[in-house]
């Protein structure tokens, strides 16, 4: 990847999450909790419907960056604030995850990209921070 300068918008990208979408992800991460997969008990705990993990969430918001720096092993760190959860509905559609990046500093070959995801025009992740190695 070459240098990047501040306010470089790094490609967006919208991940689709299903029911089944959580039920592979319970089965490889084994967070089995109710929240993720029963509708019942959802409701119960004051939810209003099934939600995605919020590690998977994050997990798709940090692909946008590494897709973006095509090198994995460049992240530094990553970290966010879960703020909204992702209602995922069973109607065959599932819920829409849009994720996008901007460059808002690089020092020593570092650039700081800022994240923003959304799923039905609402925040799910606050001060989403990564830092990759650039240059």
């Not at 918008?9 to 992800?25: C, G």
């Not at 460049?74 to 109607?91: H, I, K, M, S």
Request: charged share 20%.
């Amino acid at each position: 990847m070459n240098r990047v300068d501040v306010g470089y918008e790094i490609p967006s990208r919208d991940f689709r999450i299903t029911r089944e979408t959580l039920v592979r992800y319970a089965g490889a991460s084994g967070d089995f909790n109710v929240i993720h997969w029963n509708e019942r008990i959802a409701h119960e705990v004051g939810l209003p419907d099934v939600i995605a993990h919020g590690m998977l969430t994050m997990g798709m918001a940090i692909q946008v960056v590494t897709d973006w720096c095509e090198d994995p092993s460049a992240l530094v760190d990553y970290g966010c604030r879960f703020t909204r959860p992702v209602v995922v509905p069973d109607d065959g559609v599932g819920a829409t995850l849009h994720v996008s990046g901007t460059v808002t500093a690089v020092d020593d070959n570092i650039a700081t990209v800022s994240l923003k995801a959304m799923c039905a025009d609402v925040s799910v992740l606050g001060k989403a921070i990564a830092r990759v190695r650039v240059g």
